[in-house]
């Protein structure tokens, strides 16, 4: 046994978290936890109506009311611009029309907000905005994003006729189109992508306080990306230097997307603070979330599949409808474009394939990123049409798969629909292990055997593939991706004279435990005690510039900075080392937190002495400079793309079309993993939201455009009770993308599981001919497809 | 205004409320113990479970003059002298928590469960904690936590007191 060898190693251990002695004992630090001296709180009056003019705003009422402080109208805000736009569709004209601080002139939404109270209490700030009066001219409205592009549909905005967003498409439509008309066997089906709502547990929100004397203001937020917050509040909506702004994020409860954005209370708390000289808190109850956060999914598709009556996929053919909701928010178009259309032939070698997307505005709530973005959507369809088509030919959907899978020898492979490759991946051992823990050997039999006493089972497996560590700036920022900057993260490490270790990152971790993560890697790759290494996010002000935590990037780039910064130290500590030690550098070997000369161990510089002796600088070879103290960019040569097969098997009730949802197996590759605990947990949780989606969860508008789902009361996020065991394994394909082989875990299991528990339905309702059914398949839309209505 | 005296985490407060001021309000704002926290309007999510007079309620659906005389603890008084509760070091040991908004609530919640119930089935627990609403962990490692803490609160000896 090699040294090595006995060395404890730290990656790869499921270390208990940093974070949580903190968040269990009530000492966390949320955004309504945040008082300053002298705040005051800020209710918004949200519009009632989805459509509608706005005639006259009376606010002396709420001006009298005592304890108000101001009342603010949009037109009072017009000196700053509207949101940004920040990632439309590429290559082709958008048209984007964002929101303003406030409507002014007109609601596109039910929620829009048309004036602001400011008061000394939030109870009061409540009483007042129910004083101020509005004179609405209601308009009609649409909601489903294909009606909204035909004749007649109320028009939502002037600079977008039709309410077209975009028209966008990938991949090669005269091939396509000759693979089907060519083809032995092809299968169209509609399939509806219903509107979910992210659902973070803690809402959104904003403080903003300005300082007069130094014209600097300081803005705390829920937020997944303060950085890009802080370049878009002041580039683009007030047009000042970003150093006249600090973004502080501190504990976020829960993102999944909808924490990204750039909200209008960002610059109506700023531009209200500035006003009135006193710090300035927004806080949204639940039903204001649901109304105004950004939502997620909504997509119509028609999409067809062909291929040989033997089970060769021969072609894809998809034409999507993406609800874009009332504006555009931040990046609303690049998920149904971008990271939607270009992998939406997953897993599967298909020879040719196109997708064609029309983004169009409606009067409801913003869509943008939710969980997954885009590639759930991209992900559901395909594995419900390779199922629709197994059941077509008559082959076991396994079967299919195997025999469409793209090879280990394909890699890296190029899917035709301008994606990047595909960098590793290995699909069928995956499947295999899903199948055999699933005991799918016997189970066509077993469900014979209970049709026969009247029990409807049913197997429904996902093979699927996913973007992570988004993405090399040059490709994204370029070349039709039509994201308006790059993709690189950033960190900072510095050693302390002492050894203490500080990281300093632009990720932003909102539940990920990648403080833990963080820690592990460097604590593994400098040879330091785990605890004396610090990890510190959130503060624009002493954190490197970061785009922030979304798309499961944070390891894959985020961390691929932090170890870059490491390299660089260690190899100063290296170069330090020889000096101290009267020896060649290319003698030194760096190990386990000791330098040495090879061969003679235990003559070695521990690292705390290099630390101590380069910060101290008594003694450094010429021409080095003091500390350890290094900054690294990087920007990814490619995204990574994990992979893996999901596995559920359900039991319907035929006289109430209740579902049970017996098991539920997944086996995912996220490359190498640092702490398997965490990613165990995240997968977990990305299953459960996926699985909402199947069963349970809508956001339902009526014709009206009234939120029919608007409060928890509404919208079914599931219980415990409501949600199965899960059964986790996992295959390693480590990613040659980056040097720490990782691929990233935060959505896989969002992008596998609506459909692998809706395939188990639709399996299990077979034999009553149904050959597919659209989300959430509550009790109701099951008993009426096995009564044919 | 209506006064109140109220004992929360076992320290005693008097404080003047408006009638209709939220129990979780007057722990948050008043007292700023904000480790009870605010997920919905609707009392649906539970992040505001605290116990009052040993069982569990939810902190949005009473009003702080309804506690007037009574035993309120939060999440900041579960723990003692330093030592974590069988629970909290459960949610720790098993991952039972991701971003920490729901935790308290959730913790609060299963204390009260396994006072009602020491040994409670996996299912039993998944029904015990319908009141609270999870969306980081998909409730698997919850469940687990809520387990462990089930064993370590059955194998300690009865305190001596």
């Known amino acids: 046994m090699t040294a090595t060898e006995i060395k404890e190693r730290i990656v790869g251990r499921s270390l208990k978290r940093r974070e949580d002695p903190k968040l269990i004992t009530g000492?966390?630090?949320?955004?309504d936890d945040i008082k300053l001296p002298g705040m005051v709180h800020a209710v918004l009056v949200r519009s009632p109506y989805a459509h509608a003019n706005i005639k006259s705003i009376d606010t002396s009422a709420a001006k009298a009311h005592p304890g108000v402080v101001a009342v603010f109208t949009g037109e009072d805000m017009m000196d700053i611009n509207p949101m940004p736009a920040a990632w439309q569709a590429g290559g082709v004209k958008n048209n984007a029309i964002?929101?303003?601080?406030?409507?002014?002139g007109k609601v596109a939404q039910?929620?829009?907000?048309?004036?602001?109270?400011?008061?000394?209490?939030?109870?009061?700030?409540?009483d007042a905005a129910a004083l101020v009066e509005v004179d609405y001219e209601p308009l009609d409205a649409v909601v489903d994003a294909k009606k909204a592009t035909e004749p007649g549909a109320p028009q939502l905005h002037e600079g977008a006729p039709g309410n077209i967003v975009f028209e966008w498409d990938c991949g090669d439509k005269a091939k396509t189109d000759a693979a089907f008309a060519s083809a032995e066997v092809s299968v169209s089906e509609p399939i509806i992508n219903q509107r979910l709502i992210p659902t973070p547990i803690e809402t959104r929100g904003a403080i903003a306080r300005y300082d007069a004397a130094t014209s600097e203001f300081t803005l705390w937020i829920t937020s997944q990306a303060p950085h890009v917050h802080r370049l878009l509040l002041t580039a683009f909506v007030f047009g000042i230097s970003e150093t006249k702004l600090r973004c502080i994020t501190v504990n976020v409860g829960g993102g999944f997307g909808q924490k990204i954005f750039c909200y209008n209370d960002m610059a109506f708390t700023m531009w209200v603070a500035r006003k009135i000289g006193r710090p300035v808190k927004f806080i949204?109850?639940?039903?204001?979330?649901?109304?105004?956060?950004?939502?997620?999914?909504?997509?119509?598709?028609d999409a067809e599949i062909c291929g040989t009556k033997d089970g060769q996929i021969s072609g894809l053919r998809v034409k999507t409808y993406a609800n874009i909701g009332a504006y555009f928010s931040t990046i609303a178009a690049g998920i149904p474009t971008t990271l939607y259309g270009r992998i939406v032939t997953g897993v599967y070698k298909i020879p040719a394939a196109y997708c064609h997307v029309t983004g169009t505005y409606t009067n409801t709530a913003m869509v943008d990123a939710y969980r997954g973005a885009g590639r759930p959507e991209a992900s559901y369809l395909i594995e419900r049409m390779i199922d629709r088509f197994a059941v077509e030919i008559g082959m076991d959907p396994a079967e299919v798969r195997r025999k469409n899978f793209i090879q280990p020898e394909d890699f890296p492979y190029e899917n035709g629909l301008g994606l990047l490759p595909y960098d590793s991946g290995n699909y069928e051992p995956a499947m295999n292990k899903a199948l055999e823990m699933a005991g799918y050997g016997d189970f066509r039999a077993k469900q014979a055997e209970a049709r026969q006493n009247g029990k409807y089972l049913g197997l429904g497996m996902s093979s699927y593939v996913e973007i992570c560590g988004v993405a090399p700036s040059a490709w994204i920022g370029l070349n039709g991706q039509g994201w308006g900057a790059g993709l690189w993260e950033?960190?900072?490490?510095?050693?302390?004279?002492?050894?203490?270790?500080?990281?300093?990152t632009g990720s932003l971790p909102h539940g990920q435990g990648l403080e833990t993560t963080f820690a592990q890697i460097v604590a593994e790759e400098l040879g330091v005690p785990y605890d004396d290494v610090e990890v510190q996010w959130g503060d624009t002000q002493g954190t490197p510039f970061g785009y922030g935590t979304y798309g499961s990037r944070s390891l894959t780039v985020g961390g691929t900075a932090i170890k870059r910064s490491l390299d660089k130290i260690k190899a100063k500590a290296k170069k330090l080392a020889a000096h101290m030690l009267e020896a060649n550098e290319a003698d030194i070997e760096f190990e386990d937190g000791k330098a040495f000369v090879k061969g003679s161990p235990d003559q070695a510089k521990t690292f705390g002495e290099i630390a101590a002796a380069a910060a101290l600088s008594y003694s450094l070879p010429e021409g080095m400079e003091p500390s350890l103290d290094e900054t690294s960019f990087y920007d990814p040569p490619n995204c990574t793309f994990p992979f893996g097969t999901h596995i559920s098997l359900v039991e319907v009730d035929a006289a109430t079309g209740h579902i049970d949802l017996l098991r539920y197996i997944a086996v995912d590759d996220c490359g190498n993993q640092i702490n398997p605990m965490i990613v165990e947990g995240q997968i977990h949780g990305g299953i459960v939201q996926g699985l909402a989606q199947a069963l349970y969860e809508g956001a339902v508008y009526d014709e009206d455009g009234q939120l029919l789902s608007g409060t928890l009361m509404d919208y079914a996020v599931p219980t415990a009770a409501m949600v199965p065991h899960i059964e986790t394994a996992s295959t390693v394909t480590p990613s040659p993308v980056n040097p720490l082989g990782v691929k990233g875990a935060g959505e896989a299991g969002t992008i596998a599981s609506a459909q692998c528990v809706m395939n188990a339905v639709i399996d299990a309702l077979s034999p009553f001919g149904v050959k597919h059914l659209q989300m959430p398949a509550t009790p109701e839309r099951v008993w009426q497809a096995i009564h044919g209505k | 205004m209506p006064q109140i005296s109220v004992t929360v985490n076992g320290k005693q407060h008097t404080s003047e409320v408006e009638p209709r001021t939220l129990l979780v309000h007057y722990l948050r704002e008043t007292l700023s113990l904000t480790g009870t926290h605010i997920g919905c309007d609707t009392s649906q999510c539970g992040a505001c479970v605290v116990h009052l007079n040993g069982d569990s309620v939810k902190a949005c659906t009473i009003l702080a003059v309804q506690v007037d005389g009574a035993e309120v603890l939060t999440i900041e008084g579960l723990a003692h002298d330093g030592v974590l509760h069988p629970l909290q070091e459960g949610f720790w040991e098993k991952h039972g928590l991701q971003c920490g908004y729901c935790t308290p609530g959730m913790i609060m919640a299963a204390a009260d469960l396994l006072k009602h119930n020491p040994s409670p089935s996996d299912d039993e627990i998944r029904h015990g904690l319908e009141g609270n609403l999870c969306r980081c962990t998909g409730y698997e490692n919850i469940v687990r936590a809520v387990k462990y803490a089930a064993e370590k609160m059955n194998e300690a000896p009865v305190a001596a007191d």
């Open chain 1, 98 to 104: 964002t929101p303003r601080a406030l409507a002014v």
């Open chain 1, 284 to 301: 949204e109850d639940r039903s204001e979330n649901y109304q105004y956060s950004t939502h997620g999914r909504d997509h119509i598709t």
């Open chain 1, 490 to 504: 950033s960190a900072n490490v510095r050693v302390h004279l002492t050894g203490k270790v500080v990281v300093t």
């Open chain 1, 110 to 126: 039910v929620g829009d907000p048309v004036a602001i109270v400011i008061a000394e209490d939030r109870y009061v700030a409540r």
């Open chain 1, 27 to 31: 000492q966390g630090q949320y955004i």
